[in-house]
């Protein structure tokens, strides 16, 4: 149907109305351009080549009318997801003071969530663009609405921060300064609202990746803690499951603190636990002056009692780390054996 509106100049005649005078006129005609431009990127490069449409779009951010905004913000995003390329016509037309300003800024719930995905559908394409996006000042509103906000409209917000950090350690690193992995394990913690819980653990994973000092920040917030968790309690097969899981897998190939990952021995299910064991493996091979703590603190210990499939990629992980001991070292931590050694210091 859009097709057909096209073919029959409905877009050149709907940009000809948004640039009218007439606020309803303009929200009628904002709102069919939205639906027009959602379909494709055909239809949505025909609309940006009207002569003053996106001009006319982005002004009417700044209107004293809430719906006219909404539907121009709606409309824009429609437009940017598309292609880099039409999302990079969207920023020329300066959208983001307006969209900052009078839709993230503003303090009505609607508008705020189209401007946030808005936000998200430009980001979503580049570096360059999410860079942009991070100077025009887009972090701190868009935390500040997770932080007040408990509803499933927090999601677009959820994910610009998630697209936003995992470009780069620097772009994540703003998110982190201004707080937004805080506001992330809020949203994680988020009972009964499984869509948002998955779209915080995704986020937090795109930070985490980035660098060893961000998964450090992340760690003093008991991140670890909160995505094992929730890994625990989701559902088989679901989408929460694999986005928690994909996340812990970020956090403990970038962790560097070996008692953080020690103390998830007990507790990690084997998918997750193998992951662990592999990166205590690389900590302790770089660092082996913590062989010994490793041990003493009983962790050694730990590994010799988990049981798994012999010919699995756990109990592969298990033997490397065993490998950096000297074989009496590991019998004597082997529950039974242990327990053997004392009963016969004791009859000494």
């Not at 609607?110 to 946030?116: F, G, I, T």
């Amino acid at each position: 149907m859009a097709e057909e509106l096209a073919k029959a100049g409905a877009i050149e005649r709907l940009s000809y109305c948004v640039q009218d005078p007439d606020i309803n006129l303009k929200k009628v005609s904002a709102n069919t351009l939205c639906e027009i431009a959602k379909h494709s990127v055909q239809l949505a490069e025909r609309i940006a080549k009207c002569p003053g449409t996106l001009k006319a779009l982005t002004a009417a951010l700044a209107d004293r009318d809430l719906e006219l905004r909404s539907n121009a913000c709606a409309c824009l995003g429609n437009l940017a997801k598309h292609s880099e390329e039409m999302a990079q016509l969207v920023v020329k037309a300066n959208v983001f003071p307006g969209i900052v300003n009078y839709g993230l800024k503003e303090d009505k719930s609607v508008l705020q969530r189209e401007a946030m995905q808005c936000i998200k559908e430009i980001v979503y394409h580049s570096n360059d663009l999410a860079k942009v996006a991070v100077d025009a000042n887009v972090i701190e509103p868009i935390i500040a609405y997770l932080n007040k906000n408990g509803s499933l409209s927090r999601l677009p917000g959820i994910m610009c921060l998630g697209f936003i950090s995992g470009y780069s350690k620097d772009i994540a690193k703003v998110v982190v300064q201004n707080k937004g992995h805080i506001a992330l394990i809020r949203c994680l913690k988020a009972s009964g609202q499984p869509y948002i819980q998955s779209a915080a653990a995704w986020s937090l994973g795109q930070i985490a990746k980035n660098s060893k000092e961000l998964t450090h920040e992340l760690e003093k917030a008991k991140v670890t803690d909160v995505l094992l968790q929730t890994y625990l309690k989701a559902k088989e097969k679901s989408d929460l499951k694999t986005k928690c899981k994909k996340a812990l897998r970020h956090m403990i190939e970038q962790a560097q603190e070996l008692n953080t990952l020690a103390t998830l021995i007990p507790s990690a299910p084997e998918k997750v636990l193998k992951h662990v064991v592999i990166q205590i493996t690389k900590l302790l091979k770089d660092q082996p002056e913590l062989k010994k703590s490793f041990a003493d603190e009983g962790y050694l210990s730990m590994l010799q009692s988990v049981k798994t499939d012999p010919k699995g990629k756990l109990a592969d992980a298990i033997k490397e780390v065993n490998a950096l001991y000297p074989d009496e070292v590991v019998q004597y931590f082997t529950k039974g054996l242990m327990e053997e050694f004392l009963k016969e210091d004791e009859a000494r």
